[in-house]
């Protein structure tokens, strides 16, 4: 199960303008028991940090309207949020340069395997436990 | 029993549209993620695959009409409609889009239009083989486990 210390789930942000991406992802996160938020646009994914929401982990598409994966990575950290674990997705496979250099974590192609996603859960989880230690 | 008969044939339609290449493991991945919670999950991804998806076709149809020439925003919409299809395993789709994005790259407008029907008769076919598909598998209903027949 992946849940932080003292039973709290993982808040997930998912960041993606494709309907269907996003809900094969959020299925995914389900397994997890994460607490998952979506949102459509780099924009909105923003706003969310801006009205003060927190979360443990943000899963970001790069290719997006209004403002796209690459600058909403950028503009995070900008706001001083760096412990949160930002991980880059694209089915560009050579997207990993451009996501780390935006201050992502990690870069995954689309679409992410479950094997994949449980192991970056699992390290946030245990980066959080270690936290509260 | 009509349920296994039912299941048969669902399981031959789902072979033959992998051994015709309209679908590759992507969608099995897709149908992987069916639990009890969400029984009908595959279903509700292709379902919104084409809904999402007929409006990316019309919006690339209009693109095209609008904008002559302006290759990068077809492209652009193109790649909308290549990562849906790509996340459910639409392979034929996902191939004609990657023809009609090689042609814009290209420049080549006459390209763009071929690539383009194809892709609108590849996303006909496949939904139509899918409705069949997945009201085959309505039909047949819930899998049933096997019971022991008779006897103490």
């Known amino acids: 199960m992946a849940s932080n210390a003292q039973g709290s789930p993982v808040k997930a942000l998912l960041v993606d303008d494709t309907a269907v991406d996003a809900l094969i992802l959020s299925t995914k996160l389900r397994k997890f028991h994460c607490e998952t938020t979506v949102a459509k646009t780099g924009k909105e994914a923003l706003d969310l940090f801006h009205e003060g929401k927190k979360f443990d982990i943000v899963l970001c598409d790069k290719d997006m309207p209004i403002m796209n994966g690459l600058e909403a990575v950028e503009k995070i950290r900008a706001m001083g949020e760096i412990d949160v674990k930002i991980v880059g997705l694209s089915a560009d496979y050579d997207a990993t340069e451009v996501f780390m250099s935006a201050g992502a974590d990690a870069f995954v192609p689309k679409p992410m395997k479950l094997d994949v996603l449980s192991a970056i859960i699992q390290e946030v989880i245990n980066k959080k436990n270690n936290t509260m230690v | ?152």
């Open chain 2, 1 to 152: 029993m009509e349920y296994a008969n039912l299941r048969r044939q669902a399981a031959s339609l789902k072979r033959s549209l992998f051994d015709q290449g309209y679908l590759d493991e992507q969608f099995c991945q897709v149908e992987d993620l069916q639990d009890e919670a969400s029984p009908n999950f595959a279903e509700e991804v292709v379902s919104l695959f084409f809904k999402d998806s007929a409006r990316l076709v019309s919006n690339i149809e209009q693109a095209m009409e609008k904008y002559p020439g302006d290759f990068n925003r077809w492209d652009a919409h193109m790649q909308q409609l290549k990562g849906s299809c790509f996340s459910i395993g639409a392979s034929k789709m996902n191939n004609e889009c990657t023809l009609f994005r090689n042609s814009c790259g290209e420049e080549n407008a006459e390209g763009c239009r071929r690539s383009f029907q194809k892709v609108k008769r590849e996303h006909a076919i496949l939904r139509q083989k899918l409705e069949s598909y997945f009201q085959l598998l309505r039909q047949a209903g819930p899998a049933r486990t096997a019971t022991r027949s008779g006897g103490k």
